[in-house]
């Protein structure tokens, strides 16, 4: 049975020549309590022996070998890795990943932040990134299109699908926030709306990202689901903050070239 997933019809496309995705939920693993139940978070602190398992079972959906999928040290960079082999244990910090190796798969953990998969079906070269407010910002995407050029895909060929990720509704920010945006371009303005909250503003993650990937010129899309509303699909850092908890679970996006 395969695991419940977000897929971006975009990228389905791509199954019978080879090139296979997930925007996976929280549903469907071994996990309980806060952390139920397909966590597939290592920094979590939950127990290492059945987030290992998670992640195995998403290896297994995506048809490849549990060493193989590929997965960094997220800390919110631009920084970019192209993967030749199977990474192992000594992840490296970076927030994006290309391949153009068969039998690889590349895995972003996000709870909040956006996931996005990247896919040249014509030049079989695999791409994804985690694209927070920081990310996105500092152009995550943009560098993660380009090595995935440097490793032979076409800009006009290559799709790029945010997934679920937290909607502007739920994302509320203060004046310094919006002040750093508009330090770099007036034009940014766009992406906040006023809050209840006096100086504060609602953000919209999800249109900047699009906005960001179509202007790279390559074909640019999502899959529109708020992580924060809905409890039952997704894990969600903001909403754990709400809420006081002490900890909480991530949920992976991933793509493979079998």
């Known amino acids: 049975m395969s695991l419940p997933s977000v897929k971006s019809e ?28 397909l966590n597939t978070g290592l920094g979590s602190k939950d127990d290492p022996a059945l987030v290992k398992q998670n992640r195995s079972r ?38 994006g990943m290309v391949t153009n190796q068969r039998g690889m798969a590349l895995g972003i953990l996000t709870a909040d932040c956006g996931p996005i998969l990247f896919a040249d079906n014509n030049a079989k070269i695999i791409g994804a990134c985690h694209a927070g407010w920081k990310g996105a910002f500092t152009g995550i995407a ?5 090595a995935m050029i440097k490793l032979g895909a076409n800009r006009a060929d290559i799709c790029a699908v945010l997934g679920p990720c937290i909607s502007q509704k739920n994302y509320e920010v203060g004046p310094e926030f ?19 909250k006096p100086d504060h503003y609602m953000f919209d993650m999800q249109k900047f990202i699009i906005d960001r990937l179509q202007a790279s010129g390559v074909k640019a899309g999502k899959t529109g689901e708020c992580t924060y509303e809905d409890e039952k699909r997704f ?15 991530r949920q992976m996006s991933a793509i493979a070239l079998i």
């Open 10 to 37: 975009t990228l389905r496309a791509f199954d019978e020549s080879g090139i296979r995705h997930g925007f996976y939920t929280r549903i469907g693993g071994l996990s309980s309590g806060i952390y139920e139940s």
């Open 58 to 95: 998403i290896a297994a959906d995506l048809g490849v070998a549990d060493t193989h999928l590929a997965g960094c040290f997220q800390v919110h960079s631009a920084d970019v890795v192209t993967v030749k082999e199977p990474i192992g244990p000594n992840r490296p910090d970076a927030d």
């Open 142 to 146: 943009e560098n993660t299109i380009d």
């Open 178 to 196: 919006k002040a750093r945006f508009a330090e770099k371009d007036e034009a940014f303005s766009i992406y906040f709306s006023p809050s209840e």
């Open 235 to 249: 894990f969600s850092y903001r909403r754990t903050t709400h809420r006081n908890e002490p900890d909480y679970g």
